[in-house]
């Protein structure tokens, strides 16, 4: 069976978006199925999985699926969405640290949570199943609100010209290279060849040469003052 098919016997007639429930035992139990799936999809890629399959590990009627998600599209955004939501948050940072000690808290959040949440973070990066549009919007969402938090941390501000937005867009696109492969890279005892503290050293030191060759470039965002 294709993808087009799987999807046509895995939907309700609603559109593949999530639905909104407002009550507090209903916004639980929604988070309660995102959790599940979170887990389900670590371990079982997105064909693979019937909503059939879904609700009986789950051990919930499929119909409180649908209920939530309307589909299994829209359960699997909904989880890429949440993964999202934990991402951003975690190198969110603190806005009151000096500029140095906010890239090492926001990096070090970024790593800590592609460390424990692998298969999500991998699905946030690659862009979902295949060329998914929707997936990868997501992701750019979130190379914007990282970015954001960068600049926020560097300049004092989040908007900045486009040339200080590219560099270090393509300083992120470097991070989630380098984190992938260190989170590929581990013993059979689950030892990585490198620690975290290594690697977050790493990419604050080539965070501090991208804002010095963006100063180079772009005179209204210096670089921040060394420690």
């Keep these: 069976m294709n993808n087009s098919q799987q999807r046509g016997t895995d939907r309700s ?4 978006r999530p639905r909104a429930r407002g009550t507090d035992r209903s ?6 199925l995102i959790t599940i799936g979170r887990k389900l999809f670590a371990d079982t890629s997105y064909d693979a999985l019937s909503m ?7 051990g919930v009627a499929k119909g409180l699926i649908y209920y939530y998600f309307t589909s299994k599209r829209g359960y699997y955004l909904a ?3 949440d993964s999202v939501a934990d991402l951003v948050a975690r190198a969110a940072g603190d806005t009151e640290l000096p500029p140095e000690e906010r890239a090492h808290r926001t990096i070090d959040g970024y790593l800590r949570y592609a460390e424990h949440h692998q298969a999500a973070y991998r699905t946030i990066v690659s ?5 998914d549009a929707e997936v990868h919007a997501i992701r750019d969402g979130v190379r914007e609100a990282i970015i954001g938090t960068i600049a926020e941390g560097a300049y004092g501000r989040r908007a900045i010209p486009p040339l200080a937005r590219t560099a270090l867009l393509g300083w992120l696109c470097s991070v ?3 984190t992938l492969d260190w989170i590929g890279r581990a013993d059979a005892a689950g030892e990585r060849e490198l620690s ?3 690697v977050r050293a790493l990419l604050v030191r080539t965070l501090r040469e991208t804002l010095d060759v963006i100063a180079e470039f772009e005179p209204t965002c210096p670089a921040p003052p060394r420690a």
Excluded at 27 to 32: H, I, K, L, N, Y
Excluded at 127 to 131: D, E, S, W
């Design 176 to 178: 989630e290279g380098i």
């Design 79 to 81: 989880i890429i969405e």
């Design 127 to 131: 862009g979902g199943v295949g060329f």
């Design 196 to 198: 975290r503290d290594a």
């Design 27 to 32: 916004v639980a139990r929604r988070a309660e």
């Design 13 to 16: 007639p609603d559109p593949d």
């Design 52 to 58: 059939d399959d879904i609700a009986r590990q789950a």
